[in-house]
């Protein structure tokens, strides 16, 4: 900032100025985009250049953007113009900012929400941390686990939004039965001593996180469970599930790494 910066206030130049306004525009193409008819853009910068802020409303305005107004108390020292508010330090209790409100035209079709429902099931219960209180929610053949003292919370959310992922993922349905979710490996919640495991070398976490599914021999038997928990120097790292004389990787494909 240039009141707290003197490097911030050398380095500005006309070129600066041009960089910037191109990265915003790039910013606000991409948010346009995304945003669907009906919606809401809120853009605020921490300059006062007009390429970076009115100049940029001003553009989306010509694509059929519509200004909204702020109704700013008079007493915050806020100033209005054509394209949107600008906040000075010596007018504001602040540091200095733009912003501007718009929104797209039209009007977004509503969309069915979801359902989630509520899942007590003992078995990936057992799962998760034993010392912890956890709600179980189903969405989508995923089970997810919300900390119980968040559930009137989380329930309220449902009731409003449509909400991506209640929780942490724990078990996915697969087949006809519950089985451990890739992200439980990998948090906290992970209930260890509820899995058998399987110690992996570097080479051989390395093939698994590749998502190869070459292991030791012999390590897949009647005997043995079919989920085992694979770890590398006492740290989980996925899953690998039986499927006859051999394992299928749990690690997700887009999660693999191509080094080798």
């Not at 100033?79 to 602040?94: D, I, M, P, S, T």
Request: hydrophobic fraction near 35%; include cysteine.
């Amino acid at each position: 900032m240039f009141r707290k910066d003197p490097f911030a206030r050398q380095q500005w130049n006309e070129r600066l100025v041009s960089s910037c306004t191109r990265t915003q525009t790039d910013i606000l193409e991409h948010a346009w985009s995304a945003l669907r008819p009906g919606g809401w853009l809120i853009y605020s910068t921490c300059t006062w250049e007009q390429a970076e802020n009115e100049e940029q409303i001003e553009r989306l305005i010509e694509k059929g953007a519509e200004f909204v107004p702020l109704n700013c108390d008079e007493a915050w020292g806020v100033l209005e113009n054509a394209h949107g508010h600008r906040c000075y330090q010596h007018r504001v209790k602040g540091e200095g900012l733009f912003i501007a409100l718009i929104r797209k035209p039209g009007m977004a079709k509503d969309r069915d929400p979801v359902p989630v429902q509520p899942n007590s099931n003992d078995e990936v219960s057992g799962w998760l941390d034993p010392t912890g209180r956890f709600t179980l929610l189903e969405k989508e053949s995923e089970l997810f686990a919300s900390p119980g003292s968040w559930e009137h919370v989380v329930s309220r959310m449902h009731e409003v939004l449509n909400v991506t992922a209640p929780g942490v993922p724990i078990a996915e349905f697969k087949g006809a039965n519950w089985r451990p979710h890739p992200a439980l490996a990998l948090n906290e919640l992970l209930n260890k001593d509820a899995f058998a495991t399987m110690e992996l070398d570097r080479e051989q976490a390395l093939r698994f996180l590749r998502g190869e599914t070459s292991f030791p021999e012999g390590s897949n038997r009647s005997h043995t469970p079919r989920v085992q928990l694979v770890r590398y120097e006492g740290h989980a790292l996925g899953w690998l599930f039986a499927a006859g004389e051999r394992w299928n990787n749990g690690w997700p494909k887009e999660w693999r790494i191509r080094m080798r």
